[in-house]
């Protein structure tokens, strides 16, 4: 039903949270899985790739930083000639540096935010489209509810996911005509290391010593419409499933948002 | 797949034909019940065909295929108190409600300022506070379960206006801001409310005279289906004329299913592109 059995999806930042959820569902629909992520992810490279191999699908790993375009080009290159072809990009490779307000950001981290948020998915679309069949392809461009609205001491993570909207936009008008659909996931809070970590902890209980994931629970709930703190790496996954998959074969130049609400609460 | 509806009720308004059949056997298929509405008959103003009695049955017949039980009532959902009784009829005797898709629409085509006032009218009546009668007699059902998923059918005329039907924009338009007004208030019911905003759809709403004749306004007869295709296939960033009806239901399944569990409040097209072009 999906369309995906046999189909081959190179999916960016695959070592843990949602790029290896994402991995694992692509390989339960009958995907075979190319899994990149950055040289110090190598172990947790081979816990994603055992994952898919769980699932009885293949699994190529290779290490690259997104944002070295020759490195990038070579995995993606050499997980293509073991598969043997390319239906689906999954630009998932992103980075949530420590914030401050605007005019005290670091130029490092803005640069470095840039570099892999923006650059790194510019990198991943010129690094595969190139491995798609005359049948064209899915790509799907993880963005972020900051992609859609701006939340204080974010200015260069929500710059970078602002951006990746106009590159898909731009994407998906160039590349309808070769049947390759462009969109964007745009996810909220999900429960994974990029939000549930101490510093974010810390930030939302300033009263607390030493504040954990259910004392910030409470804060996050009432930010959703859904009554829930977050949504899991999972319901990522399925929307990126989903938009990839035949049943999404004429959305192309969307945002899709799982957030449980929060860009919509009144 | 398979089941991803197992063991729910889905009501669906415009059921007898396009994308409200689609919608009820591609439920159907994935184990859920129908309780399939539709006017089944013409409404003022409106120029093409309209759906008939036998269109509801041939619904009836296709869902029954799919292995799903189905309820089906002739209701115009301009008719509140109809409306109610048809849906409170549907929810008891399948047993309860968890998805509901506002799908019923029409379409008309006139200049926004030459306008008669009965075109405007009638357009507002069926495709904004019809939506809103629907969500009315159904959401009590959908809050005594204590969750469900709404999809309101809205349009790429929901997102950006589109010239010679200014009601029919305004009508869409409208149902967004329904949309995000209900999600709001239902989500502490566990009930997710979003839009659907398709372009084109090979169903009778476009597939007629008028609707055709505005895509090829340079011949001087009604095109043919190749001559309207040609027209139509700018709109879109993929290369095709139209969406198929099976496409809307594909999106509405996937807001409909555990899958999409979290997401309430979206706009999403299905529009090949339409949109962002």
Known sequence: MSGLLNKVVVVTGAGRGTGRTHCERFAAEGADVIALDIPSAATDLCVTSAEVEKRGRRCVTGVADVSDLDALTTAVDAGVAELGRLDVVVANAGIHLAGAPTWELTQEAWRRTLDVNLTGVWHTVKASVTHFGKDGGSIVIISSTNGLRGTANTAHYTSSKHAVVGLARTLANELGPRRIRVNTVLPGAVGTAMTLNEATFKRLRPDLDQPTADDVAPILVARQLLPVPWVEPVDVSNAVVFLASEEGRYITGAQLVVDAGLTQKA | ?277
Not at chain 2, 79 to 105: F, P
Not at chain 2, 143 to 165: E, T
Not at chain 2, 213 to 232: C, I, K, M, Q, V
Request: charged share 20%; hydrophobic share 45%.
């Open chain 2, 1 to 277: 797949m398979g089941g991803r509806l197992e063991g729910k009720v889905a009501l669906i308004t415009g059921a007898a034909r396009g994308i409200g059949r689609a919608q009820a056997v591609r439920f159907a298929e994935e184990g859920s019940d129908i309780i399939a509405l539709d006017v089944c008959g013409s409404v003022d103003t409106v120029i093409i065909p309209p759906s008939t009695p036998a269109d509801l049955d041939e619904t009836a017949r296709l869902v029954e295929a799919a292995g799903g039980r189905i309820v089906s009532e002739v209701v115009d959902v301009r008719d509140l108190d109809g409306l109610q009784a048809a849906t409170d009829r549907g929810v008891e005797r399948l047993g309860g409600l968890d998805v509901v898709c506002a799908t019923a629409g029409i379409t008309s085509r006139s200049g926004t300022v030459e306008m008669d006032e009965a075109v405007w009218q009638t357009m507002l009546d069926v495709n904004l506070t019809g939506v809103w009668h629907t969500c009315k007699a159904s959401a009590p059902h959908l809050i005594a379960g204590g969750s469900g998923s709404v999809i309101l059918i809205s349009s790429i005329a929901g997102l950006r206006g589109l010239v010679g039907v200014g009601h029919y924009t305004a009508a869409k338009h409208g149902v967004v801001g329904l949309m995000r007004s209900l999600a709001n208030e239902l989500a502490p019911h566990n009930i997710r409310v979003n839009s659907i905003h398709p372009t084109n759809v090979d169903t009778p709403l476009i597939q007629n005279a008028v609707v055709s004749s505005a895509f090829r306004p340079d011949l001087d007869r009604p095109p043919t289906r190749e001559e309207f295709a040609e027209a139509a296939r700018p709109m879109n960033m993929l290369p095709i004329p139209w969406v198929e009806p099976i496409d809307v239901a594909n999106a509405c399944l996937f807001l409909a299913s555990e899958e999409a569990r979290y997401i309430t409040a979206v706009a999403l097209p299905v529009d090949a592109g339409s949109t962002q072009r």
